[in-house]
T-cell receptor
Framework: GAVVSQHPSRVICKSGTSVKIECRSLDFQATTMFWYRQFPKQSLMLMATSNEGSKATYEQGVEKDKFLINHASLTLSTLTVTSAHPEDSSFYIC??????????????FGQGTRLTVV | DAKTTQPPSMDCAEGRAANLPCNHSTISGNEYVYWYRQIHSQGPQYIIHGLKNNETNEMASLIITEDRKSSTLILPHATLRDTAVYYCIVRVLNSGAGSYQLTFGKGTKLSVIP
């Protein structure tokens, strides 16, 4: 089946530094990828929609200058958390749609990245 | 957006069928119902989806009521590895982003008990 790979799975960084998270679709081309954030005991919250070759669309309340998204190819999207602070510590998850005829496509999710800012 | 309502938690005995309900009373005619599950500290896993007809695959069955206002996910023989949070989602078109998106609710925490 289709696989979405996310790297790194865990990262610890110092406050004020930047962290880059990669999301790759391994066996299909993804024109659209999504980035989610999940705090402990809460559900996934959509942060942004990433479209290959164009600017990402951010959800309300998500700072686009803090969470930089680059979707440079059909198999890779990156999320960079800039000037990270402890409140940015969270579980970040990406997903990618494998497009098919309407109704039968499904979104595949990466394994997530646990970010801890100290 | 069509929203879904699920019970916060359920228990199921190992080997028995787990029936997870979901209400989506405001669903539109062309919106699909998707089910995902999330095992602790992992990304969500696709289970099944449907529009009108009942669906079955190797993981589960999806029963959608005739009026489409509710559905039930059935895990026919639950195992301990099925313990997870199960999300029922109505896929909607995000016109701003130009793509479909999945909006996660709180889901149902299913505990399979030995």
């Amino acid at each position: 089946g289709a696989v979405v790979s996310q790297h790194p799975s865990r990262v610890i960084c110092k406050s004020g530094t930047s962290v880059k998270i990669e999301c790759r679709s391994l066996d299909f081309q993804a024109t659209t990828m999504f980035w989610y954030r999940q705090f402990p005991k809460q559900s996934l919250m959509l942060m942004a929609t990433s479209n290959e070759g164009s600017k990402a669309t951010y959800e309300q309340g998500v700072e686009k200058d803090k969470f930089l998204i680059n979707h440079a190819s059909l198999t890779l999207s990156t999320l960079t958390v800039t000037s990270a602070h402890p409140e940015d510590s969270s579980f970040y998850i990406c997903s990618a749609y494998r497009p098919r005829w309407p109704g039968t496509d499904e979104a595949f999710f990466g394994q997530g990245t646990r970010l801890t800012v100290v | 957006d069509a929203k879904t309502t699920q019970p916060p938690s359920m228990d199921c005995a190992e080997g028995r069928a787990a029936n997870l309900p979901c209400n989506h009373s405001t669903i539109s005619g062309n919106e699909y119902v998707y089910w995902y599950r999330q095992i602790h500290s992992q990304g969500p896993q696709y289970i099944i989806h449907g529009l009108k007809n009942n669906e079955t695959n190797e993981m589960a069955s999806l029963i959608i009521t005739e009026d489409r206002k509710s559905s039930t996910l059935i895990l026919p023989h639950a195992t301990l590895r099925d313990t997870a949070v199960y999300y029922c989602i109505v896929r909607v078109l995000n016109s701003g982003a130009g793509s479909y998106q999945l909006t996660f609710g709180k889901g149902t925490k299913l505990s399979v008990i030995p």
